[in-house]
């Protein structure tokens, strides 16, 4: 009895270090983040850190597996559907527009809520212009597969392969346009007096962008 007290106690301590983790490194990333802000945060013992997850280090590995496995999780089912789409069908280039809006309506639901842009939201777009060790799981595990995936999708509608150059730059632009919303949050919210984003706000920012992606892809459409 004692010991099952014992595990349930240090899941407990574990699983808040990794919250505290989310808002502090999500804050001051992983240099400026210290080991007594995080135990104070998630209310343990600073010896817990290194006890849990070997140093401030492996709390961050912890953080950022934590938001591939909440996260990321809910893409991968469009992901697999979209990858089943391509390997069976040859598909036009309006279908392939459509699979692209099917994609992005579940990447920006998951990317807009529960306040993303002041936490795990922060560490994934510090890890694209500060990448750590954290970058290669995020890399692997999400980040390549949607990319991959939207680089086949837009090789349709180009009629290239997807691993031209162009079609893969042109991919990331697309996942710009998404990703604005995270990195500039403070002047969507402050150029329409949003408070955040709800779901009424994140309905009119899913039909903007697929109003742009059929501004942006329309005409190639078209002329196939």
């Not at 240099?31 to 140093?55: C, D, K, M, S």
């Not at 996260?71 to 069908?89: C, F, H, Y």
């Not at 997807?162 to 893969?168: E, H, L, S, Y």
């Amino acid at each position: 009895m004692n010991n099952c007290l014992a595990a349930e106690s240090g899941l407990d301590a574990k699983q808040r270090l990794i919250k505290a983790g989310l808002e502090i490194f999500g804050t001051f990333n992983l240099e400026g983040a210290t080991t007594r802000q995080l135990a104070e945060r998630a209310g343990v013992n600073q010896a817990a850190i290194p006890y849990y997850f070997g140093g401030k280090e492996g709390l961050y590995l912890a953080v950022i597996e934590h938001v591939i496995n909440h996260k990321a999780s809910r893409v991968r089912p469009a992901l697999r559907r979209i990858s089943d789409t391509l390997q069976k069908e040859q598909l036009t280039p309006k279908e392939a527009v459509n699979q692209i809006k099917t994609l992005f309506g579940v990447y920006l639901q998951v990317l807009l809520e529960d306040n993303a842009a002041t936490t795990w939201a922060r560490i994934m777009i510090r890890e694209q212009m500060q990448p750590t060790k954290g970058f290669q799981l995020l890399y692997e595990r999400w980040i390549r597969h949607v990319h991959e995936i939207l680089s086949a999708l837009l090789a349709v509608i180009l009629q290239k392969e997807p691993t031209d150059p162009n079609v893969i730059l042109r991919t990331h632009m697309l996942v710009g346009q998404i990703q604005i919303f995270l990195a500039g949050r403070e002047t969507v919210r402050r150029r329409l007096n949003w408070d955040g984003y709800d779901e009424n706000s994140r309905r009119q920012i899913q039909k903007a962008v697929f109003d742009q992606l059929d501004l942006f892809l329309g005409p190639l459409v078209t002329a196939v």
